[in-house]
């Protein structure tokens, strides 16, 4: 075998650029706010058990349950107001599985157990201008952006009165006129350059709106969602980024999608501000969407906002989760967003009495009541309406810009070259 | 009547509709200062302003992304794709996103997505491809292929007033080639309607984009021989031109389906079907397929001749056809 000549590498004092031992001078320092009153650290791992290979979590699970952070910005009603979208939104969907238990719903069911104050908190931040992307978890954002539990209900049922008329299930429906909601599709991440699309129509159109979507730790492991969002970020557009990490996607560990210790670090590449929130504090949650939103209107460009929490059930009805360590669940039940909200409004702030609060929940119950009769009772759509409707035809919707005829500031014609045109492909 | 070229034709038409109508806007890399890469929207910065001509980061997906958005606000968007080969980085907000958005939930996507497709240009397999055949199957496209600089301007205004997202591609081999007299005044070409390129009595080509001239540089040969060729020119081939096919077919008896891309699952084939089901009993002879092979777009010249589709294919075909 021939001896490969070694090439030697001297790299002369010289050569070296000044800047090869960074001082404290040069070394960036940035600082990712986090909100939470605890901070839970669990690292889970594969492991080959005598039965195969299983998750294994370890940690420290002896940590006392934090209080609700004090609002900066929310009133009592506003409290109470957040405090029934959750119950709405958790009862909703032990409603639906009741549903599907009895056979009624066509395919499977989603949950947001766990994530009721990520998604009611967050999605009353909005203002009724602003837009919201909801994912499939995100079933109490649509409540709060004037969805009804009905609606929800039908989609599940597929029903002919669901908001997409049968076409499509779950939470995969928008409304462009009234509500500002845009349909999520099934695939990951892809809302994030909508949204930001979103905003930059209202920008054209002389409103810095707030556009607000969401993303899991497993969602945000895909392209879009990186070209998404720093496309946000380049152009400076009022997006406010959930990134809901509740640690499982699908039967995969957060551990397993990403390296740094915290999304919310993603923020600094992206060179946007980031925050972390502890997601079962619906307080939390608010104040720091309201900051986001306000930021926005302001101009200001996007802001990624981690809350941190866990799901509470499996990916959907399908799944039971059996690959979970038990202790995790243990653990977050005990930080229970409406339990401990609840606990919070009775107790701690005494804005609510015992009587007031069954009322409350009675009063939850009964519109879900009325609106599980509705939509059971509702037709099944005609087979037949299936055909049509693929393409935007026969003025079935007038296009007008939503907010204002976009300014259009003339200016003189400009000169027009060819010159250094990719003429080499001729 | 101004002379222009296919290029300056497209430049024109989105130029006119963004006087016309400030929801108008164009977003996609280097578009701006630089002009895009062809020069299509060169000068668009300086009349419109940065804010309507959006350069963007190279981010297919975001540029799709953020142009449906837009769009759900009234706007609409004209997205550059500096080459129609990279729309595959795109291809989830497009089939999935845009083009279901309408029949799912009701949302209109008035946008057009536009930029340079084919080859004969020596681009090699990133810069040559034709693949608009993958949008033809997503359900709430509309897909337009221009061969004329007539047709190019006005199937342009039309596909930015158009409410439905339209996928436009421009061939990059006629972008300087070809020039004609095209309209100074406001005229569009409507989406879906095909045109006859050349009449003709024995037999029919139906084609679109460049093969257009392929078809029209044989139609002059076989012309010499007594052979009239027929050319449909499809100019949109999602949706296409049903009844101009049927009557295309009723009218010669004999049919070649001339396109660039390759062969199988090639527009060809469905129009064959729709020959079938509309016009059987007036086809005299096999429907003829003349297609690229089914390789992607070699690189070196003499092979680029040998894949693509060449006047004398349809000089030969179209012979055998007479004959029949």
């Not at chain 2, 949302?107 to 990133?126: D, K, T, Y």
């Not at chain 2, 084939?269 to 390789?295: K, M, W, Y």
Request: hydrophobic share 40%; proline share 6%; aromatic share 8%.
């Amino acid at each position: 075998m021939a001896k490969k000549k070694q090439k030697q590498i001297i790299t002369k004092p010289s050569s070296r650029r000044p800047d090869a031992n960074p001082t404290t001078a040069n070394q960036r320092t940035y600082t990712i706010p986090d909100y939470r009153l605890e901070k839970p650290s669990f690292t889970i791992r594969q492991v080959r058990k005598a039965d195969g290979v299983r998750y294994e979590v370890s940690g420290d699970f002896n940590g006392t349950v934090p209080p609700i952070r004090e609002s900066r910005y929310l009133n009592r009603q506003q409290h109470l107001e957040i405090y029934r979208w959750m119950l709405l939104n958790r009862n909703m969907e032990t409603a639906l599985e009741n549903l599907y238990k009895q056979g009624k719903v066509v395919g499977g069911v989603y949950f947001g157990l766990g994530q009721e104050a990520c998604s009611c908190a967050s999605a009353y931040a909005l203002k009724k201008e602003d837009w919201l992307g909801p994912m499939i978890r995100n079933q109490g954002s649509t409540l709060v952006r004037g969805f009804s539990p009905r609606d929800i209900m039908m989609q599940y049922m597929a029903k002919a009165g669901s908001p997409t008329r049968g076409r499509d299930a779950s939470s995969h429906f928008g409304d462009i006129q009234d509500r500002n909601v845009v349909s999520p599709i099934s695939t990951l991440g892809d809302l994030i350059p909508v949204l930001a699309g979103v905003a930059l129509g209202a920008r054209l159109q002389g409103r810095n709106i707030a556009v607000m979507t969401y993303i899991g730790d497993g969602g945000q492991s895909t392209g879009v969602t990186y070209e998404g969002l720093n496309f946000a970020a380049v152009q400076n557009l009022g997006l406010v980024l959930f990134v809901e990490n509740n640690l499982w996607a699908y039967s995969t560990p957060a551990d397993m999608q990403f390296r740094v210790k915290d999304l919310a670090e993603r923020a600094i590449a992206y060179g946007i501000p980031g925050v972390i929130v502890d997601g079962t504090d619906a307080c939390q949650v608010y104040d720091a969407a309201h900051e986001a939103c306000e930021r926005a209107r302001r101009g200001e460009g996007p802001t990624l906002i981690e809350a941190k929490m866990m799901r509470m059930k499996g990916h959907a009805i399908h799944d039971a989760a059996e690959y979970v360590p038990k202790p995790l669940f243990e653990y977050w039940r005990k930080r229970d967003s409406i339990a401990r909200f609840e606990n919070y409004l009775l107790n701690v702030k005494k804005w609510i009495s015992p009587t007031e609060n069954r009322e409350l929940i009675a009063g939850v119950d009964q519109q879900l009541e009325a609106d599980r009769e509705f939509a059971v009772a509702s037709p099944m759509p005609e087979p037949e309406s299936a055909a049509g409707g693929v393409y935007c035809e026969n003025g079935c919707h007038q296009i007008k810009p939503k907010y204002a005829t976009p300014r259009v500031k003339a200016r003189p014609a400009a000169r027009v070259k060819y010159t250094e045109a990719a003429v080499h492909l001729k | 009547m101004p002379q222009l070229t296919y290029l300056e034709a497209i430049r024109q038409g989105i130029w006119e509709e963004m006087e016309r109508e400030p929801a108008v806007f164009c977003l996609g890399e280097d578009i701006g200062i630089y002009g895009g890469a062809f020069k299509v929207t060169d000068g668009f910065i300086d009349r419109f302003g940065p804010e309507r001509v959006v350069d963007t980061p190279i981010a297919e997906s975001a540029i799709v992304g953020a142009a449906f958005g837009a769009s759900l606000t009234g706007m609409r968007p004209v997205a550059e794709f500096q080459f129609m080969d990279f729309i595959g980085c795109a291809f989830n907000q497009i089939v999935n996103m845009v083009a279901k958005a309408h029949y799912r939930w009701g949302a209109p996507a008035p946008l057009v997505i536009r930029g340079p497709s084919g080859g004969n240009v020596h681009g090699g397999p990133f810069h040559s491809q034709n693949p608009e055949m993958w949008f033809v199957h997503a359900p709430g496209l509309k897909v337009v292929c221009p061969a004329s600089a007539y047709d190019a301007k006005g199937l342009m205004k039309a596909a930015i007033r158009d409410d439905n997202p339209v996928i436009f591609f421009e061939h990059k081999y006629l972008y300087r080639r070809i020039k004609e007299d095209v309209p100074a005044e406001d005229y569009i070409v409507p989406l879906g309607k095909a045109r006859v390129a050349r009449e003709g009595r024995d037999l029919s080509v139906i084609t679109y984009a460049a093969m257009v001239h392929t078809a029209l540089e044989a139609a002059e040969v076989l012309s010499q021989e007594g052979i009239e060729l027929e050319v449909l020119d499809l100019r949109t081939i999602a949706p296409l031109d049903r009844e101009a096919i049927a009557h295309t077919v009723r009218k010669t008896n004999k049919v070649i389906v001339l396109h660039e891309h390759s062969r199988t699952g090639g527009i060809a084939g469905e129009i064959a079907s729709l020959i079938n089901e509309d016009a059987f009993d007036d086809l005299d002879s096999p429907i003829v397929r003349i297609t690229a092979q089914d390789s992607p777009v070699p690189f070196s010249p003499p092979q680029e001749e040998y894949f693509l589709p060449k006047a004398s294919d349809v000089v030969r075909e179209a012979r055998r056809l007479k004959a029949y």
